[in-house]
């Protein structure tokens, strides 16, 4: 089923000089994005660097997927939080303000149980009128989805609809495949790392939500588009580009950082600028261009 398969971007959040929010950057960001032919994007993954924004600035990003992106294309809007009375607030905020669908990250500070998951989930569920995307992320964390718990969730909740599956670890994406998809065909697994993305669509899965597609979009748009074409070896060249700009992670591990300098090394107005981590030094830069234009 390769037709339905989709390449969704986890918009960076830009800032301007003084830490401040700056949406005219993230108009430039989104125009760029559309002209290369991304099929989505998420709002306040973990490129959005969510973790940093108050709950002002939370509702103010949701504010402007609403006006600007979703006029214009598909957008899941992050709305996880470490309480699940945030995360209510926020999904049914933007539900409110007319989001479809809502990606929702597990609490990540203290370390749940499966029956605490399933309940965090089944909260935000039962408040919120939309489609929602379970995220799994367990390196940052702590906490892993079970294929088991999902399977509960969706056949007690039926707006759950998906599932991003940030593991470097395919066997857990395979696990979850083969438990859900033969129950729920139309449930949409997508990788959550770009070097994954090909294995996931040859297994069965739904595309990808990868970071890379902030710096190079068109790339992530023509893998989509090779695949949909049946060319192989040209889903294979693709993907070796994709599993080249891996490295970019391996500069240094807050990424936000690396991910928004390698942008505006591609030509796109963005301050490298994150709330989580250091700029990158000049060794660091070297390996970043490195990678982007070898």
Request: glycine share 6%; charged share 20%; aromatic share 8%.
């Amino acid at each position: 089923m390769v037709e339905h398969i989709q390449y969704l971007t986890p918009l960076v959040t830009p800032f301007d000089r003084n830490g401040q929010l700056d949406l005219d950057a993230l108009d430039n960001i989104v125009n760029r994005q559309i002209e290369a032919g991304i099929d989505g994007f998420v709002v306040m993954g973990s490129a959005g660097e969510f973790w940093s924004l108050s709950m002002d600035e939370r509702k103010q990003m949701i504010d402007y997927a609403f006006s600007v992106i979703q006029q214009q294309c598909r957008v899941m809007i992050g709305t996880g939080a470490d309480s699940t009375q945030d995360a209510l607030t926020l999904s049914k905020y933007a539900v409110k303000r007319g989001a479809r669908e809502l990606i929702v990250i597990t609490p990540y500070y203290l370390s749940m149980n499966q029956e605490e998951i399933y309940d965090y989930y089944a909260q935000v569920a039962t408040a919120a009128d939309a489609k929602i995307y379970l995220y799994n992320f367990p390196d940052r964390t702590g906490n892993d989805i079970e294929p088991e718990t999902v399977l509960r969730l969706k056949a007690h909740h039926n707006n759950i609809c998906g599932f991003k599956d940030t593991v470097s670890d395919m066997a857990h994406t395979r696990r979850l495949l083969q438990t859900i998809l033969p129950k729920y065909p139309d449930f949409e697994i997508y990788a959550g790392f770009d070097e994954n993305v090909v294995r996931n669509v040859l297994s069965g899965g739904a595309g990808g939500i990868g970071a890379l597609a902030n710096v190079v979009p068109e790339l992530a748009s023509d893998l989509m588009r090779a695949f949909k074409a049946h060319d192989l070896a040209l889903v294979a060249r693709y993907q070796q580009q994709l599993d080249r700009l891996m490295g970019l992670f391996e500069i240094m591990p807050g990424f936000p950082s690396t991910i928004k300098t390698a942008m505006a090394a591609k030509g796109c107005a963005v301050e490298p600028i994150s709330r989580s981590g250091l700029p990158l030094d000049s060794k660091q830069k070297s390996r970043m261009l490195e990678l982007l234009f070898q």
